[in-house]
């Protein structure tokens, strides 16, 4: 297999944007060309300004401004992209089917189907095409089957190369990942085409940590890492509820139990319930493999990560419901946060729309600040919901700009995302210019619940008496 000299990526997403850039910042002499269908996004890769690109990620302006013009190219012509690379990664959403069989389960592949006959229909050259979305096991087979059936006679061989970034720390993780997953086809051809990304990847990337397997050992390893991770943060939140009835406190728990170096720290974090683009996703899907090869047991084994999931949800909605006399109609609670976590401007599956949503049922008139989440996007999350229409969302619901004035004779106050401002706050400023008595619902754990009580505030926190 040839040198890899030109690569595409198909959508420039929050996974295609940060891992093509960084791929082009440490291999100046490949040409990357990010794609994607949607204009406004690709401008905003472009911007000059690159405090503008449309994704938050810290040190990621840096990166884009070292490599792009010079080396990486953000560009809406799919087809020149495809017709170019020798290389193609397709990093296109695979959301949670919303219609028709999987329902609510399965991950929708119609994104990724679109993607494989796109390229058989371009593409004149021999191609590697790289899976960087999650997948169901075995799609590897459909896109083959899709590319050697519609193609136009060239050779293909498909990696499943997932990516394993968080948000917020994206940069750092691509810069310095724990490893690097590469599955392939088991022939000399799948061999060669490995290598080919090894090759690319270990330019930075100690070889120790770059992982070769078959294709499917790599996509049912991604959908596992996130049930795993996830499984651990729900482990930790079912506790957390038994830590509030007992006296135990959940946080010095996670402590005794993460030194056990068999456990380790990590992700041992209660909170308000994990969100995010990923972990609820690829869990339905994980539930959904299992429920189709006839292994209830294990299908019911990872489902109940989920429930626990919205059971957290709830519970804190309920919490802030009962603690307020059993009403909140017409009391204003200001949310701090929105996002799904610290450090991004993604608010999918935020834990923040889920409870906000529980308390409009309660007619609240809720209030929202969050650091770098746009108002659009906070009302456009409510709507998806359809639980009320658009006008009722928008007169419950206030987006402001000011941490202070969102807290301004408020009821009470939630924490729902853990952003480090929120710490470094005038906590004296804010209790005054509440209603009394001022509550504080810490769904991240975050501030000092001895401070605040000595200030006057009622303070509950997850996983505490
Ligand atoms: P995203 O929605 O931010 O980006 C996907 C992009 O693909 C969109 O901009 C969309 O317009 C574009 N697109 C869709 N179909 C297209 C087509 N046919 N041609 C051109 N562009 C097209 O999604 P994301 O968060 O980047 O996730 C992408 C994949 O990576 C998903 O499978 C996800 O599960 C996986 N993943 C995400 C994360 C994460 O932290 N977000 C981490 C690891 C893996
Ligand atoms: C996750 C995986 O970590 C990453 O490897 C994968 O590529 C994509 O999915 P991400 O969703 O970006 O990354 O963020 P992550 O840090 O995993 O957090 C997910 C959610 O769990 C957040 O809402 C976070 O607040 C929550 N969480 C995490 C906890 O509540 N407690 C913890 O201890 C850790």
């Given at each position: 297999m040839t040198k890899i000299t030109n690569i595409c990526c198909i959508g420039a997403g929050y996974v295609g944007g940060p891992t093509m850039s960084v791929i082009a910042q440490k291999c100046p002499d490949i040409k990357v060309t990010v794609v994607d269908l949607n204009e406004a996004r690709i401008a905003a890769w472009n911007?000059?300004?690159?405090?503008?690109?449309?994704i938050y990620e810290p040190g990621l302006d840096k990166v884009v401004a070292e490599a792009r013009g010079r080396n990486l190219f953000f560009s809406t012509d799919v087809d020149e992209a495809i017709d170019e690379a020798e290389m193609i990664f397709i990093s296109v959403n695979t959301p949670t089917?919303?219609?028709?069989?999987?329902?609510?389960?399965?991950?929708?592949l119609k994104y990724i189907e679109l993607c494989a006959r796109q390229i058989a229909r371009v593409a004149k050259t021999d191609k590697i095409v790289v899976e960087k979305s999650t997948l169901p096991v075995r799609t590897a087979e459909a896109v083959k089957n899709i590319l050697q059936n519609t193609g136009n006679n060239v050779n293909y061989q498909i990696l499943s190369n997932p990516e394993f970034l968080a948000e917020g720390t994206a940069v750092e993780d691509l810069h310095s990942p724990d490893r690097v997953l590469i599955g392939g086809d088991t022939t000399e051809e799948g061999q060669a085409a490995i290598q080919a990304l090894v090759d690319i990847y270990t330019r930075w990337v100690p070889r120790d940590r770059v992982l070769t397997t078959n294709l499917w050992s790599s996509e049912l390893s991604k959908l596992t890492a996130n049930a795993f991770l996830a499984q651990r943060v729900s482990s930790i939140n079912s506790l957390s509820e038994l830590c509030e009835h007992t006296g135990a406190d959940v946080s010095e728990v996670a402590r005794a139990i993460g030194t056990d170096s068999r456990i380790g720290?990590?992700?041992l974090k209660s909170s308000v319930g994990f969100g995010g683009s990923c972990f609820q996703k690829d869990i339905l899907n994980l539930v959904y493999i299992a429920r189709s090869y006839g292994l209830r047991e294990v299908a019911d084994y990872w489902e109940q990560v989920i429930i626990m999931n919205d059971h957290q949800k709830r519970r804190f909605a309920n919490k802030i419901v009962k603690t307020l006399y059993n009403t909140v109609s017409s009391k204003k609670i200001a949310f701090l946060g929105w996002a799904?976590?610290?450090?991004?401007?993604d608010t999918r599956e935020s834990a923040a729309i889920y409870v906000a949503d529980d308390l409009l049922n309660e007619q609240a008139g809720i209030a929202v600040y969050d650091p770098k989440v746009a108002e659009t996007k906070i009302y456009d999350d409510l709507d998806?919901?359809?639980?009320?229409p658009s006008d009722a969302n928008k007169q419950l619901l206030t987006v402001y700009t000011d941490p202070y004035e969102v807290c301004k004779d408020a009821h009470a106050i939630a924490i729902l995302t853990e952003w480090d401002e929120f710490k470094d706050y005038d906590w004296q400023r804010i209790y005054d210019n509440m209603k009394k008595p001022a509550f504080v619902f810490d769904g991240r754990s975050l501030l000092n619940v001895d401070k605040l009580k000595e200030i006057g505030f009622k303070v509950y926190t997850i996983g505490r008496e």
């Open positions: 911007d000059p300004d690159t405090a503008n690109i449309p089917k919303t219609y028709g069989s999987g329902k609510g389960m399965a991950a929708d720290p990590k992700f799904f976590k610290k450090d991004t401007n998806y919901l359809n639980t009320r």
